[in-house]
């Protein structure tokens, strides 16, 4: 991780905010019909697992989704969320800034340890440093000093600007 006076740049689990941190939470979806509510509770292990969980819900594959929740390495997950057949990347991504904020929302309510780090990082810019990611991250790593200037930046933050959100409800 890589903090300055005014951005935290992170990537991979060794901070609570990636998705891959071992960060175990309980995630409760309300599904809601005109004739009443059923609540789910699901305990995650990681952000990445119930994003690839949603991800499998929303294209109707609840078997993969299943195969979300048994495997908990989030790399593994991430793999079964990439092979959904017949995904389509703009009809996702509508959705997909909505879902990453829910979860994250309950994974930061519900894990303590990942609260006060949220929490701690004051109002600094909370920016994912993936060299591989030009949605969520920025398209840089964390050691390239191009990071600095957002001008420079090849991705959106999506996941930072999620986070971003998340902290500003719970403080």
């Not at 929740?69 to 989030?74: D, G, H, L, M, V």
């Not at 991504?93 to 780090?117: H, P, R, T």
């Not at 398209?139 to 957002?150: F, P």
């Amino acid at each position: 991780m890589r903090i300055t006076d005014t951005h935290i740049y992170f990537f991979s689990g060794n901070s609570k905010f990636s998705n891959f941190a071992i960060t175990p939470f309980t995630y409760v979806i309300v599904k809601t019909s005109f004739l009443d509510d059923n609540t789910i509770t699901i305990k995650f292990q990681c952000s990445e697992q119930a994003y690839m969980y949603e991800k499998c819900m929303f294209f109707n594959q609840p078997e993969m989704a299943m195969q979300c929740i048994e495997e908990t390495n989030p790399t593994k997950v991430k793999k079964i969320g990439r092979s959904i057949p017949n995904f389509e990347q703009d009809k996702w991504n509508k959705f997909s800034f909505d879902v990453m904020y829910k979860i994250c929302l309950q994974k930061f309510q519900g894990n303590e340890e990942a609260k006060k780090e949220l929490i701690d990082s004051g109002d600094k810019v909370l920016v994912e440093a993936s060299p591989y990611d030009k949605i969520w991250g920025v398209g840089l790593s964390e050691l390239d000093d191009r990071i600095l200037q957002e001008e420079y930046w090849e991705g959106e933050n999506r996941l930072g600007k999620v986070l971003m959100k998340v902290r500003n409800k719970i403080k």
